[in-house]
């Protein structure tokens, strides 16, 4: 008898963060496992973790949740300067745990979208999460400057910018390049189309907000809780050093470096998989 593919059935919803402002989210995969929250990076959305949602070894093994972050993709881009204080982000990511009533998450943070995590971390305690998976991350709001490499600073100031389109126009192709050599068209044109989405105003707010790290901080240092950091040998927009000095303190780190670049999912999908996934169900039997 021919056994028949699991099915998964994606579940999209629309959310409303305490501040009204709406957010978009999904989840997929089964929810009898542990749960994976994924975060997006700056100018982009959630799009970036297709191959992860499509991806029937994931869906099997985890429950996978995503949504843009307010200011990205299909969530809301309120214009009002207190939408983008810290508190606003650790709302969203409750918003998001109680639609899909999610109970220790752990929360996989890319990119700029690391940086939420320290959000969350400043208004719960780090009993909240099961664990923190670092993916390519700039961690903390405070310290992007020293994680960028000299080539991520210099897309950024035409990003912001509102008065040269050929200017912002190269560097939005420049910085989808520097993410990933791995993308196909499709993903790539995605990704661009994320960045029209995006008004100045909240760039700009996105990139000057502050936050505060000692929520952050006293989890790894002093908690314990569990951090795995994924890192790309190739990655052009960070630097892989300043990460792993960064996270030497945490009691339970482990830190893992491929070849691979900005979006280690997309250049190393199998290995990305196994390591992720491995880490997780081993720390959620010690949960």
């Known amino acids: ?50 191959g992860i949602f499509d991806d029937l070894s994931w869906l099997s093994k985890a429950y996978l949740v995503r949504y843009d972050v307010r200011g990205h993709g299909r969530s809301g881009k309120p214009r009002f300067e207190d ?31 690391a940086t939420n995590i320290a959000d969350i971390l400043s208004f719960q305690e780090p009993a909240y999460l099961s664990g923190i998976i670092y993916i390519a991350p700039l961690p903390t709001m405070g310290n992007i400057s020293q994680v960028m490499s000299d080539v991520c600073h210099e897309c950024f100031p035409p990003l ?64 314990g809780l569990p951090l795995l950091v994924f890192l790309g040998k190739k990655d052009d927009l960070i630097i892989n050093e300043e990460i792993i000095s960064w996270t030497s303190d945490w009691k339970k780190a482990r830190v893992v470096e491929i070849d691979g670049d900005h979006t280690p999912w997309l250049g190393n999908p199998v290995l990305f998989r196994r390591e992720v996934l491995d880490w997780v169900r081993t720390t959620a039997s010690r949960c």
């Open 1 to 50: 008898m021919r056994i028949q593919p699991e099915i998964f059935v994606s579940d999209v919803r629309i959310l409303v963060s305490s501040d009204g402002t709406e957010l978009y989210a999904e989840a997929a995969g089964d929810c009898s496992k542990p749960a994976i929250v994924f975060i997006h990076g700056f100018f982009l959305s959630s799009i970036v973790f297709d």
């Open 160 to 223: 912001i910018e509102n008065h040269d389109v050929d200017a912002y126009q190269e560097a939005s192709n420049t910085f989808v390049s520097l993410c990933s050599t791995f993308m196909n068209h499709s993903m790539r044109l995605a990704c661009l189309g994320s960045f029209l989405l995006q008004p100045r105003f909240v760039a700009m707010s996105l990139l000057s907000r502050t936050q505060g790290e000692t929520g952050l901080l006293r989890a790894g240092k002093e908690f």
């Open 83 to 113: 939408a983008w204080e810290s508190r606003r982000f650790a709302e969203d990511f409750d918003t998001v745990l109680q639609a899909f009533q999610l109970t220790k998450p752990f929360v996989a943070g890319w990119s700029l979208g």
